[in-house]
């Protein structure tokens, strides 16, 4: 298949284009690069996967991989709508898998019109080009965040999610709606995926798992919100990859039962680890002991998250596997070879 990976050079976008290529896809990634967190981890991955990039400008360039003849690496920012146009008529995607945003939901409070820009703007050429080209799937990221702070648990995606409770949020529930729009109008098979807290090697330095690991290792104290009363399901990325790879082949069709080709599914582990306990394993694996500041609650922050994903189960016969305590003891291994000598 030849494939569209925006968000190439992202944690997600990165595991999954190599996994695509090493399945024998062409794929062209898409990623603009910029500086919400360190540009040295994007070119990183960028490297691991043949494409070496010398400028520090966020201009539009294109690459072809040193290691993997199938892959095309597009410096560009999904908001420049000439540019994305161009992309979409030079190429013929029989797939399109949409990862590129303005992730994280405190940012969100301090630059919200990086969101509009990325998440609105961005996705709608995204749509544009594959209502323009036919493309047969696309698959694109949403968020557990679109759940807000709702106490029914755990998150089944037939709930409602019309309470989100940051500006990130509302920008992923955004994306459902305008996928469902263009899949009902321009029949586009869409699959919206609802990730849930997204972990392991080469992931994203504003993740609180990553961030704990820079500050224990330097010696700071870490802080610990809501006094350490918070869950999260984490969810390995190898799991994440896989339910990807899996639901690539099958977009969702229209027939009597359904008008639509959309869906949309939770990929989650199913099963939220405590704050504090996710800390006491990090120490464990890190061998150093957390200085911790105890605070309050984050506005934007939620309690609890907690996958169903029991139809992503039925759909792809896999539901994500890889326990909190291997996937940490994955992401230390990592951390301490590759990332700590960068």
């Known amino acids: 298949m030849n494939i569209l990976v925006t968000g190439s050079a992202g944690f997600i976008g990165y595991h999954l284009t190599k996994r695509l290529l090493n399945d024998g896809h062409h794929v062209t990634g898409i990623d603009n690069l910029n500086s919400y ?3 040295t981890l994007k070119k990183n991955r960028l490297k691991d996967t043949g494409i070496s ?6 201009g539009s360039l294109e690459i072809k991989s040193k290691t993997f003849d ?5 410096q560009a920012d999904l908001g420049d709508r000439d540019t994305i146009e161009d992309i979409f008529k030079r190429h013929e995607f029989d797939a399109v898998i949409n990862l590129a945003a303005q992730a994280g939901v405190r940012y969100s409070l301090k630059n919200p019109h990086a969101y509009i820009n990325s998440n609105i703007n961005g996705f709608l050429n ?3 080009g594959c209502r323009h080209q036919n493309v047969g799937h696309l698959i694109y990221a949403s968020s557990s965040s679109v759940y807000g702070d709702s106490t029914d648990t755990p998150f089944k995606t037939s709930h409602s999610v019309d309470h989100p409770v940051s500006l990130y949020a509302a920008t992923k529930k955004s994306n459902e709606l305008m996928a469902h729009t263009y899949s009902h109008l321009y029949d586009i098979p869409s699959t919206g995926l609802r990730f849930f807290t997204v972990y392991g090697p080469w992931g994203r330095p504003d993740m609180a798992y990553f961030k704990f690991a820079e500050l224990m290792s330097a010696g700071k104290p870490i802080d610990i919100y809501n006094n350490g009363e918070m869950f999260r399901d984490f969810t390995y990325i190898d799991d994440i990859i896989e339910s990807i790879v899996r639901l690539l082949p099958k977009p969702p069709t229209s027939d009597e039962n359904k008008s ?3 869906q949309l599914f939770n990929i989650g582990h199913g099963d939220p680890v405590n704050l504090m306990d996710f800390i006491h394993i990090l120490e464990e694996k890190l061998g150093i002991e957390a200085k911790k500041n105890f ?3 984050q506005p934007g922050d939620v309690p609890r998250t907690w996958a169903d994903t029991e139809d992503l189960f039925n759909y792809i016969d896999f539901r994500p596997e890889v326990s909190f305590e291997k996937g940490i003891e994955e992401f230390v291994n990592w951390y301490r070879s590759e990332w700590l000598d960068s």
């Open 260 to 262: 639509v080709p959309q």
């Open 37 to 39: 967190y360190t540009v």
């Open 295 to 297: 605070k309050p609650m």
């Open 53 to 58: 990039i010398e400028s520090e400008d966020e």
């Open 70 to 74: 199938g892959y095309t690496f597009i």
């Open 126 to 128: 995204i749509l544009e």
